[in-house]
């Protein structure tokens, strides 16, 4: 079959359309793939702030502490901020874990920055629980936490008032101290990144902190105590007995000896 000049010009420009097609729907589809698996993440917002607060935060979590490091119970932070001026301000806060001292912190030791709003003379507060929500999720990894035990890292444009609430009880006991702290600010400059990329959706991981081998769990459940000078009642109908790993002995003299409560024995 013969082509004529104008049959093979057709034909030259009908396979060059073809070849430009071609190429741009490989280039359309990796684009395509690129948006649906290779989400690029958000940039962080960027925070001039002037003020720096950081407090003290102790909590017990999933269980009394109990590692040594503290005596044993439940101790719980409440962190207080107000802001005292009369204008909307954005603030941001991390948490810092504290780790043994020389030791590496690992992974989660600071988390990214939060960001939070306060209206004129508007407060907020973070619980125990607030803080640990800090670590959840990073990475596509959040944290249980055991014992939790570190600084919150207040920023602001302005000067706050930020106030601490410390409580701590027995392991089964109702709140037995209370202690209230002023955060003092220090004036330091800086601009802070607030918030992180979302990376594409994966599924969740959990990990344990302290790990469940440490001695945060304890080899046996924690000693309940009880009397003392406070005179403080065993619950459950458990009974209070002198506690003999104390070097405090009632029968030789010892006042006010603390004991711990256990079950009577059956007749």
């Known amino acids: 079959m013969k082509y004529s000049r104008s049959n093979k010009s057709f034909l030259m420009r009908w396979s060059a359309a073809l070849s430009l097609c071609v190429w741009l729907g490989v280039v359309i589809g990796f684009s395509t793939l690129d948006v649906a698996y290779a989400q690029t993440p958000k940039p962080a917002k960027q925070m001039k702030t002037g003020y720096q607060y950081a407090a003290k935060v102790v909590c017990s979590l999933l269980l009394p502490q109990q590692d040594g490091s503290l005596a044993r119970g439940t101790y719980r932070t409440l962190v207080n901020i107000h802001n005292p001026t009369n204008q909307d301000i954005s603030i941001a806060a991390k948490v810092a874990l504290a780790s ?50 570190g600084f919150v890292v207040i920023k602001s444009p302005v000067p706050l008032d930020v106030v601490s609430v410390y409580t701590a009880r027995h392991t089964d006991g109702e709140v037995e101290t209370i202690d209230v702290e002023t955060v003092a600010p220090r004036l330091i400059k800086e601009t802070v990144a607030v918030g992180y990329g979302t990376a594409p959706p994966a599924e969740m991981k959990h990990m344990d902190y302290p790990p469940k081998d440490s001695p945060a769990y304890g080899k046996s459940p924690p000693k309940q105590m009880c009397g003392g000078i406070a005179s403080i009642a065993c619950q459950g ?23 711990i409560c256990v079950t009577p024995a059956s007749k």
């Open 237 to 259: 109908g458990k009974v209070c007995v002198d506690d003999p790993s104390d070097t405090c002995d009632p029968t030789k003299g010892g006042a006010d000896c603390p004991g």
């Open 100 to 149: 043994g001292f020389g030791t590496d912190p690992g992974p989660f030791g600071v988390t990214p920055f939060k960001e939070a709003k306060l209206s004129p003379d508007g407060a907020t507060s973070l619980s125990c629980f607030d803080v640990a929500g800090f670590f959840c999720p990073i990475n596509n990894i959040c944290v249980d936490f055991a014992f939790l035990e």
